[in-house]
């Protein structure tokens, strides 16, 4: 019990829970948008921001932040030129960026322990600073978001007939990509590289199954995400030996489960009025 | 001075061309019904009338001015044809019908309450204010289609673009729509409705016309029934 309520892990608790709560907001959209993978393919290209980082002597962080974000917009126009059809572009650009980080580290010799923590997680190492670090990255996310709720959805609705309407939908897409790239960077800690996109997805669909509207489903989903990293911090610490990163995730895919059970039963005792 | 304006306006989609020449001149306060056959070319003239599409040549001009102008579009009311809302999360009537209303207003402004009266007045407009709190994908087709309309009806619009917008809906509801689009002229705004039936539009439009081997010509009702009798409409 003790070992539950250390200062290094109520730095996790803390850390975890501001992205636990940023990441379905941001996911919201992209899932809307069907561009759940984008938050991958970001997630691939910032171990190569990383790698760069640790080359060129710049925090990790920085590397992961730029790379992301340039990457980001890369993804973006590629999306609106229709080249990222069939995902294949999408597959490329997720195996650049792993291979051009691992080749980067093991050219450098820092290809060891820590690359694992980038890529899967080391939420129990960090400090408070990091911590302040991810509050700071998300806060920023968070309020970003929010100023934009009412343009993101409509883009992420219609983004034809939002543009029709005289809304900067090209603008908006860039936000958007720039916020997941950010969001990426602040995970990094948490989750990993490789499973951030995990919060920014999972969450958001078991929220989908509880709510009857967008705002609805975002909201469920900021509770899943929070209850996931607790839940599955809890369960890493408790047990000793298993990665946090990964116990996050699948305890946000048993929170799908079991959303997806009580949306059921739910749909079963209270059908929704469907017109004749 | 015409509100919506096309002066020789060729569009292809390739090689084979939809709009070949087309003219078009519409005022404020009318309210023309486009008719014409499968693939001749309605859809594709409102998405050029709003800048969605780029004419391969000729003039389109919007309220005076370039379409593709945002201060334009935002007033302009747009439905396209069909339910384009994406479905992978839920999303509620209000949310859909809000959405149409926030490019009419500044970037950072928030909704406010005479927005929220807007959205009820649009809702109520097509018959669907008991259902704003409802998610979209669980109502009928016609039940989302109207709600799809309130969306481009939602506030004040100089030009109403919009693409079958009674497909799926009752035919004891048609007549209410037809007249609050009939309304919506008569306060000033320009109308053009695509419709595979003008008989729904019958008594409240002003002008029926045709898209025929890509050019638009203004016919009479009887006319356009001959039209079709000619197998050149539906």
Redesign the interface.
């Known amino acids: 019990m003790s070992r539950l309520l250390a200062e290094f892990v109520i730095r996790a608790y803390v850390a975890g829970a501001v992205v636990g709560a940023t990441a379905p907001v941001i996911g919201?959209f992209l899932?809307?948008?069907?561009l759940a993978l984008i938050g991958d393919g970001i997630g691939h290209l910032a171990f190569a921001g990383v790698a760069l980082g640790v080359v060129l002597g710049v925090a990790p962080l920085w590397g992961a932040l730029l790379v992301a974000a340039a990457g980001g917009m890369l993804l973006e126009g590629m999306r609106t030129r229709g080249r990222l059809a069939g995902d294949l572009s999408l597959a490329i650009m997720f195996y650049a960026g792993i291979a051009l980080g691992s080749v980067l580290l093991s050219a450098a010799g820092r290809f060891d322990a820590s690359a694992l923590g980038v890529l899967f997680g080391s939420i129990l190492t960090a400090t408070w600073s990091d911590v302040a670090a991810i509050g700071v990255l998300c806060g920023a996310v968070l309020g970003v978001a929010l100023?934009?709720y009412?343009?993101l959805?409509?883009v992420?609705?219609?983004e034809?007939?939002?543009?029709?309407?005289?809304?900067?939908v090209d603008q908006l897409n860039l936000l958007l990509l720039g916020l997941v790239a950010l969001l990426v960077a602040a995970g990094m800690r948490v989750v990993g590289l490789l499973l951030i996109a995990a919060l920014l997805v999972v969450p958001?669909a078991a929220g989908?199954r509880l709510?009857?509207?967008?705002?609805?489903?975002m909201l469920w989903g900021v509770a899943f995400g929070v209850g996931s990293v607790l839940a599955g911090l809890v369960i890493a610490v408790a047990e000793g030996e298993l990665a946090p990163g990964g116990t996050i995730v699948l305890a946000s895919v048993g929170g799908f489960v079991l959303a997806s059970l009580a949306g059921r039963r739910a749909a079963r005792r209270h059908p929704?009025?469907?017109?004749? | 001075m015409p509100v919506i304006e096309l002066r020789g306006v060729r569009f292809g989609y390739g090689a084979v061309p939809v709009l070949d020449g087309a003219d078009l001149a519409l005022e404020r306060g009318e309210f023309a019904v486009l008719a014409g056959a499968n693939g001749s070319g309605k859809s594709t003239l409102l998405r050029v009338c709003v800048g969605l599409l780029r004419p391969d040549a000729g003039t389109v001009l919007l309220l005076g001015g370039d379409p593709r102008d945002p201060a334009i579009r935002r007033r302009v009311g747009y439905a396209p044809q069909g339910l384009r809302v994406a479905t992978s999360l839920p999303v509620s009537v209000t949310e859909v019908v809000v959405a149409g209303l926030v490019p009419t207003r500044g970037l950072l402004r928030r909704v406010d309450r005479r927005d929220r009266a807007a959205v009820t007045a649009a809702l109520r407009s097509v018959g669907l204010a008991d259902l704003s709190a409802e998610c979209l994908f669980e109502l009928s087709g016609g039940q989302q289609q109207r709600a799809i309309l309130a969306r481009a009806l939602v506030g004040e619009r100089d030009v109403l673009l919009l693409d079958e917008p009674t497909t799926g809906i009752d035919q004891q509801l048609r007549p209410q729509l037809a007249a609050e689009l009939r309304r919506r002229a008569d306060a000033g705004a320009a109308v053009i409705v695509v419709s595979h039936d003008p008989d729904d539009f019958h008594d409240v439009c002003d002008r029926i016309l045709v898209i025929d081997r890509g050019i638009v010509r203004q016919v009479t009702h009887e006319e356009f029934h001959t039209h079709l009798e000619l197998g050149g409409g539906r």
């Open positions: 919201s899932v809307q948008r069907r100023l934009f009412e343009q959805l409509a992420a609705l219609d034809e007939t939002a543009r029709a309407s005289g809304l900067p958001v989908s709510a009857h509207s967008f705002r609805g489903a929704r009025r469907v017109a004749p």
